[in-house]
């Protein structure tokens, strides 16, 4: 299959897949997009974590997570591991991990990534890269 910006994914399609769009933390340049992935409640508390260069993973529909190996997002790829093997007929988790790093990500973090999901169990690992907008081809 391929992938891009527009597919859309049906339940119950052959393959599923979870997003992961990883950014570098910036705090002169896009503190605001860091923030606006961050509920009221936690915004305050979570915005003093981050250093400049750190990095976060944004997910569709969650808080922004660190990529950090104390951070929340190991905890919520076990879990989203355990959903999918209990939800499938056949036990086995089918479902690819996409990892999306933006350009100026240092790549060693989405090595770590990457071994974040096999720990877990995810099998079916794709690695895509985000281009910006205007950029020269």
Same mark, same amino acid.
């Given at each position: ?60 529909? #969650? ?5 950090? +190996? =104390? /951070?929340? *997002? ?7 591991? @355990? ?10 988790? #089918? ?5 999306? +790093? =933006? /350009?100026? *990500? ?7 990534? @990457? ?23």
């Amino acid at each position: 299959k391929q992938l891009s910006d527009e597919a859309t994914i049906t339940p119950g399609s052959e393959e599923d897949f979870l997003f992961l769009t990883v950014k570098p933390y910036h705090p002169e340049t896009n503190a605001g997009d860091l923030a606006s992935h961050l509920s009221e409640e936690s915004k305050a508390s979570v915005m003093e974590k981050y250093k400049d260069g750190d990095a976060y993973v944004l997910i569709v529909g #969650h808080d922004a997570m660190r990529a950090e +190996p =104390d /951070g929340e *997002l190991l905890v919520w790829l076990g879990q989203q591991h @355990l959903d999918l093997e209990h939800k499938s007929k056949d036990g086995q988790v #089918h479902t690819s991990v996409v990892i999306r +790093p =933006d /350009g100026d *990500l240092d790549y060693a973090v989405v090595y770590r990534i @990457l071994k974040f999901c096999k720990d877990k169990g995810f099998t079916n690992l794709k690695v895509r890269a985000l281009i910006g907008k205007g950029v020269n081809k």
